[in-house]
């Protein structure tokens, strides 16, 4: 497992991002949280980054895999954020170790499959494939004042497909979540808990996070306008002060 620890000391926050995504999308989020007195710990999950594998994994081996960091690093008490597929680690971790989570935040996910947008085009080495398969994730405003930004990641991509195995470990990841459903168990999560969604999302629409708030007893919802699926870099200093402000409490 890659994973870095950021802040010398304060109480843990652990940041798990979405599919395909690396830790290292949460740096300035990290800074920020670091910068107000919080230690943060962050990992690659299983086929994402520096966290390679060559064997099919589940999502319990994901959750397992943050559960043996928190071991690893005497983590015995943390505020928890899951982005995306990141959201349903942090829901089974919520359930699983609730004694270890102080704090739940859940970002741009949903509790099933049921909301999802399908997407089976795998990831090829052609830029503007990729672009295309990049767009849904954005809101159309966004893509439109961003766009060398979407298409520097496009290129990113698709140069990660045509030189390594990024495409395989993708599908991988995308297997593991196949048939997820967390309906059962989510309803059993008793932390504190903020749902986070974009009111855009074509990914993981709004009644998914309208479902997911109400299954979990307290749950607070915030939906944030003109905003799509992928916050970090839509909306993140509204993010970021979100987050710090629930976790503060």
């Known amino acids: 497992m890659n994973y870095e620890v950021w802040g010398e000391d304060g109480q843990w926050v652990t940041l798990i991002n979405g599919h395909n995504r690396s830790l290292s999308d949460f740096r300035l989020f990290g800074r920020y ?33 943050v559960g043996a960091l928190w ?39 949903a509790m099933n499959q049921q909301h999802i947008r399908r997407d089976d085009q795998t990831w090829t080495n052609d830029p503007i494939a990729v672009e295309a398969k990049l767009l ?33 470990l993708s599908d991988m990841q995308r297997e593991a979540m196949a048939n997820l459903d967390l309906s059962a168990s989510t309803s059993r999560i008793s932390v504190p808990t903020l749902v986070i969604h974009g009111e855009e999302d074509k990914i993981i629409p709004v009644p998914a996070a309208e479902e997911l708030a109400a299954a979990i007893r307290g749950a607070q919802l915030a939906l944030l306008p003109g905003a799509g699926h992928l916050l970090l870099a839509e909306r993140p200093r509204e993010l970021y002060k979100l987050v710090a402000d629930f976790f503060a409490v």
């Open 71 to 109: 071991e690893a690093e005497a983590v015995s008490r943390t505020r928890l954020l899951g982005i995306s597929m990141g959201g349903f680690i942090a829901q089974a971790l919520a359930v699983e170790k609730a004694a270890r989570v102080a704090g739940l935040v859940l970002v741009s996910t």
């Open 33 to 65: 949280l670091v910068e107000r007195g919080w230690r943060v710990l962050v990992l690659d999950n299983r086929g994402a980054g520096q966290t390679k594998t060559l064997a099919p994994f589940s999502m319990a081996d994901m959750v397992n895999d």
């Open 136 to 168: 849904p994730y954005f809101t159309a405003d966004f893509a439109q004042r961003n766009a060398l930004l979407i298409r520097s990641m496009a290129k990113q991509i698709a140069k990660s497909v045509a030189e390594g195995d990024f495409a395989r």
